[in-house]
């Protein structure tokens, strides 16, 4: 499975947008990208998750590079209760869907 | 509409007990996953299925066996425990849609204390 890398923690301001950065170098043709967020004590939530094109639904907005060896998650303006962490996974539909998840990235939100 | 639900949610064994965890999702997906999160730590794929009476290793799936006798219920289960699997259980599911994946679903987690 092809693996991801984000940064361990980062840090931003309560109502100031937020650009979380994936690199995913080996991706294959056919890996879906996904972002899912942990709060503490919960599972995981699925946020977005795109191909090629960039996406947004009412959570988030998943940009894409166009080698799409890195993508980028934007939280349009974060509130305290986007603190948790975020996981980009890669999901291939010819391999069961199944995943490999990092230890994702820690983002605190500060009032 | 419950979506994944996890039985147990806490429990505690002695080493060499065994136990079941229980994974029922009401939302006709294809595929089941469990994962499980050592603290400050992502998640690792134990076992997945693709359907009904199919299962397959993840990344760590010694000391775990898994059934899927129907479709909606996924077990885990844990012959022998030892201190090593103290951990979180998630269980996931999701669609099989060719050429597009829906995301995952997951359950609130099963808390479990091997002593």
């Known amino acids: 499975d092809a693996k991801t890398t984000q940064p361990n923690s980062m840090e931003s301001n309560e109502e100031e947008p937020v650009h979380l950065p994936c690199n995913h170098s080996?991706?294959?043709?056919?890996?879906?990208i996904h972002w899912y967020r942990q709060l503490p004590s919960q599972g995981p939530e699925y946020v977005i998750h795109?191909?090629?094109s960039n996406v947004n639904n009412r959570m988030a907005s998943l940009a894409i590079a166009e080698d799409r060896k890195s993508s980028t998650l934007i939280l349009h303006r974060a509130t305290l209760r986007d603190a948790a962490v975020y996981y980009c996974?890669?999901?291939?539909?010819?391999?069961?869907?199944?995943?490999?998840f990092g230890d994702g990235t820690t983002l605190t939100v500060k009032p | 509409n419950a979506g994944v639900t996890q039985t147990p949610k806490f429990r505690v064994l002695k080493t060499g007990q065994s136990m079941t965890l229980l994974c029922a999702q009401d939302?006709?997906?294809?595929?089941m996953y469990w994962y499980r999160q050592d603290p400050g730590m992502g998640l690792r794929l134990i076992h997945y299925?693709?359907?009904?009476?199919?299962?397959a290793k993840g990344e760590v799936p010694d000391g775990y066996n898994v059934s899927r006798l129907k479709k909606q219920n996924f077990l885990l289960g844990l012959e022998s425990a030892a201190p090593s699997q103290t951990s979180v259980y998630f269980c996931?599911?999701?669609?099989?849609?060719?050429?597009?994946?829906?995301?995952?679903?997951f359950g609130s987690g099963t808390r479990l204390t091997v002593v």
């Open positions: 939302m006709n997906h294809e595929y």
């Open positions: 080996t991706i294959s043709g056919t890996d879906y």
């Open positions: 299925s693709v359907g009904e009476g199919t299962t």
């Open positions: 996931a599911s999701s669609y099989k849609i060719p050429q597009y994946l829906d995301g995952y679903t």
């Open positions: 996974i890669l999901r291939d539909p010819l391999n069961a869907g199944k995943s490999t």
């Open positions: 795109g191909l090629t």
